[in-house]
């Protein structure tokens, strides 16, 4: 009944709120109704249909401190993502491939309530969807990362900056990590002699660089459930009326390359075959105009 | 090392001389959420500050029944500066910093007007090139202006250092890294009074004098620019409600 529901979603309210993935904690019952009404309806608060994205603007190349870098605005969201590269022994369960770490930051001047600890919780949230986004060797070409086999790799540290929080994080971020990974160039070392004698020399040419092959990397696409129907990309507002949702990892080819429920909530296991469908399909349209745009501000910048 | 902080033809590394500021670049209401936020830019040296308030104070205990209070954070992005640094919740300098401008701007700041209410200032260095402190401040400035909480005065800050002599204004990383004095400065340009003064490494006491007059000068030139950047904007803010405000 709507009185059972309303109650659960109003309990859940404030887990959302404390969690930090919604400001929103004052709304009617009313308004809730109508929310769900809209999204049952395919026609949302804001005219948007049920699989549609807000808009998107984004730009690479922003931070001259770093290999590579992305500033994504999704709605009233706001991510800033830095690639720095570094050299660094191997792992010795991984001798033949390189590193990667992603970490995710929760800046105070988006919110109050990232100060000082506040925004551990949902930075681990954050970090952890993302690294296990990109877990998978077949994301980035971990091999090419590689200098000496058994030796040095490089380690690229990525840091995803929230400057602005509205929704929908777990997406602009990695939509923004695509991005910055596309901008990475990374200098050539030469590697001469063997073994004790073995030298190594980064190259500090600015063009004497490489770029990574991001042609494999996913993006995140996050549906959550909503009354009876669900949708993509939400507004803080309509995810203080939604009740679990599902990240979905997308490769350009339409693969799946990684999925997980989170929130609380139950999720129908018909509806969830249909998410992931939907989930599929929005995240292969993104890649197209995501690769489109990036190719185009390549080609702006001659590089 | 040492001939690449001032040629012999009086040029510095980045190509200014002595009593050049590199390059500022303002804007003001970069966010939606808070209510007052800016973004500055001195050379590479990038801020954005969000102020939130004035609101009720969060801990009852620091309530101020005469005055509002102030909290500040700052933090610097894990890709700011050369080397990556991890980010730590507490790290001393940080909080150091964030209590150096909490102290700065209760002293501009009309917190008398507020009794019992709190006024957040989150500091976020996106990109550090040298300068850090101040180019925060400055941005602190535009951003409580955009929050349309009342201030005595402009607050501006400059940084400088003295090399064979002379007095180097507006010092990037590579300039604050040589072995000189750290001379920073914040001052309200009307009244010059000195709201905030820091020195780090050894200043010689012949020098002292010159470096405070050409450091209030190179914070008076910056307070030029912002409050022609705060006109632009009021004139656009205003543009929306069709007013056209006279500035």
């Given at each position: 009944?709507?009185?059972h529901?309303?109650?659960?979603?109003?309990?859940?309210?404030?887990?959302?709120?404390?969690?930090?993935?919604?400001?929103?904690?004052?709304?009617?019952?009313?308004?809730?109704?109508?929310?769900?009404?809209?999204?049952?309806?395919d026609?949302r608060s804001?005219?948007?249909?049920?699989?549609?994205?807000?808009?998107?603007?984004?730009e690479?190349?922003?931070?001259?401190?770093?290999?590579?870098?992305?500033?994504c605005k999704?709605?009233?969201?706001?991510?800033?993502?830095?690639?720095?590269?570094?050299?660094?022994?191997?792992?010795?369960?991984?001798?033949?491939?390189?590193?990667l770490?992603?970490?995710?930051?929760?800046?105070?001047?988006?919110?109050?309530?990232?100060?000082?600890?506040?925004?551990?919780a949902?930075?681990?949230?954050?970090?952890?969807?993302?690294?296990f986004?990109?877990?998978?060797?077949?994301?980035?070409?971990?091999?090419?990362?590689?200098?000496?086999?058994?030796?040095?790799?490089?380690?690229?540290?990525?840091?995803?900056l929230?400057?602005?929080?509205?929704?929908n994080?777990?997406?602009?971020?990695?939509?923004?990590?695509?991005?910055?990974?596309?901008?990475t160039t990374?200098?050539?070392?030469?590697?001469?002699?063997?073994?004790?004698?073995?030298?190594?020399?980064?190259?500090?040419?600015?063009?004497?660089?490489?770029?990574?092959d991001?042609?494999?990397?996913?993006?995140?696409v996050?549906?959550h459930?909503?009354?009876?129907?669900?949708?993509?990309?939400?507004?803080?507002?309509?995810?203080a009326?939604?009740?679990?949702?599902?990240?979905?990892?997308?490769?350009?080819?339409?693969?799946?390359?990684?999925?997980?429920?989170?929130?609380?909530?139950?999720?129908?296991?018909?509806?969830l075959?249909?998410?992931?469908?939907v989930?599929?399909?929005?995240?292969?349209?993104?890649?197209r105009?995501?690769?489109?745009?990036?190719?185009?501000?390549r080609?702006?910048?001659k590089l | 090392?040492?001939?690449?902080?001032?040629?012999?033809?009086?040029?510095?590394?980045?190509?200014?001389?002595?009593?050049?500021?590199?390059?500022?670049?303002?804007?003001?209401?970069?966010s939606?959420?808070?209510?007052?936020?800016?973004?500055?830019e001195?050379?590479y040296?990038?801020?954005?500050?969000?102020?939130?308030?004035?609101?009720e104070?969060?801990?009852r205990?620091?309530?101020?029944?005469?005055?509002?209070?102030?909290?500040?954070?700052?933090?610097?992005?894990?890709?700011?500066?050369?080397?990556?640094?991890?980010k730590?919740?507490?790290?001393?300098k940080?909080t150091?910093v964030?209590v150096?401008?909490?102290?700065?701007?209760?002293?501009?700041?009309?917190?008398?007007?507020f009794?019992?209410?709190?006024?957040?200032?989150?500091?976020?260095?996106?990109?550090?090139?040298?300068?850090?402190?101040?180019?925060?401040?400055?941005?602190?400035?535009?951003?409580?202006?955009?929050a349309?909480?009342?201030?005595?005065?402009?607050?501006?800050?400059?940084a400088?250092?003295?090399?064979?002599?002379?007095?180097?204004?507006?010092?990037?990383?590579?300039?604050?890294?040589?072995?000189?004095?750290?001379?920073?400065?914040?001052?309200?340009?009307?009244?010059?009074?000195?709201?905030?003064?820091q020195?780090?490494?050894?200043?010689?006491?012949?020098?002292?004098?010159?470096?405070v007059?050409?450091?209030?000068?190179?914070?008076?030139n910056?307070?030029?620019?912002?409050?022609?950047?705060?006109?632009?904007?009021?004139v656009?803010?205003?543009?929306?409600?069709?007013?056209?405000p006279?500035?």
């Amino acid at each position: 009944t709507f009185q059972h529901y309303f109650k659960r979603i109003n309990l859940r309210r404030n887990d959302l709120r404390r969690s930090g993935l919604t400001m929103v904690t004052q709304l009617s019952n009313a308004e809730v109704q109508f929310i769900i009404d809209g999204v049952e309806q395919d026609f949302r608060s804001d005219g948007r249909a049920a699989e549609d994205y807000r808009q998107i603007e984004l730009e690479t190349r922003v931070l001259p401190n770093t290999n590579g870098s992305a500033r994504c605005k999704l709605g009233k969201s706001e991510v800033l993502v830095g690639v720095k590269a570094e050299v660094v022994d191997v792992d010795v369960h991984a001798p033949h491939i390189g590193k990667l770490m992603i970490t995710a930051d929760l800046s105070a001047v988006a919110s109050p309530k990232f100060v000082g600890k506040g925004s551990e919780a949902l930075e681990n949230d954050i970090t952890n969807v993302l690294s296990f986004l990109y877990n998978s060797t077949e994301t980035v070409p971990l091999k090419d990362l590689c200098i000496v086999k058994g030796e040095s790799c490089w380690l690229l540290n990525i840091d995803v900056l929230f400057v602005q929080c509205g929704g929908n994080l777990f997406d602009v971020a990695s939509i923004a990590l695509k991005a910055a990974l596309y901008s990475t160039t990374l200098p050539t070392v030469r590697v001469s002699g063997e073994g004790i004698e073995m030298e190594m020399e980064v190259s500090d040419d600015p063009y004497h660089v490489w770029k990574l092959d991001v042609s494999s990397c996913p993006i995140c696409v996050t549906l959550h459930q909503i009354g009876s129907s669900f949708a993509v990309d939400l507004s803080e507002e309509e995810v203080a009326c939604s009740e679990g949702y599902l990240h979905v990892g997308v490769m350009p080819d339409g693969e799946v390359s990684s999925m997980e429920k989170a929130g609380a909530g139950n999720i129908d296991p018909t509806t969830l075959l249909e998410m992931v469908e939907v989930g599929v399909r929005v995240g292969e349209e993104i890649h197209r105009q995501l690769n489109k745009q990036l190719d185009a501000e390549r080609s702006l910048a001659k590089l | 090392m040492s001939s690449e902080i001032l040629s012999p033809e009086g040029l510095r590394c980045d190509g200014r001389r002595p009593q050049e500021m590199r390059k500022l670049k303002s804007e003001l209401g970069v966010s939606e959420g808070p209510d007052g936020s800016a973004i500055v830019e001195q050379g590479y040296t990038k801020v954005l500050v969000s102020v939130f308030g004035p609101h009720e104070c969060v801990n009852r205990n620091l309530r101020d029944h005469e005055k509002a209070i102030i909290r500040c954070s700052y933090n610097l992005a894990s890709f700011g500066s050369g080397v990556r640094k991890k980010k730590m919740v507490s790290d001393k300098k940080s909080t150091e910093v964030g209590v150096m401008i909490q102290n700065t701007f209760e002293a501009a700041v009309m917190l008398d007007k507020f009794p019992k209410s709190q006024i957040d200032i989150y500091v976020q260095v996106l990109q550090g090139d040298g300068g850090e402190r101040c180019v925060a401040i400055n941005a602190t400035t535009l951003a409580l202006i955009n929050a349309g909480i009342p201030m005595k005065d402009y607050v501006c800050a400059c940084a400088a250092t003295v090399y064979q002599d002379s007095v180097l204004l507006d010092i990037n990383h590579l300039e604050e890294s040589s072995r000189g004095p750290l001379f920073m400065l914040a001052v309200m340009p009307r009244t010059e009074s000195i709201v905030q003064l820091q020195l780090d490494h050894r200043l010689h006491n012949d020098h002292l004098d010159k470096v405070v007059k050409e450091t209030i000068q190179g914070c008076r030139n910056i307070q030029v620019l912002l409050d022609r950047q705060v006109k632009e904007w009021t004139v656009e803010a205003a543009a929306a409600y069709d007013i056209k405000p006279r500035v």
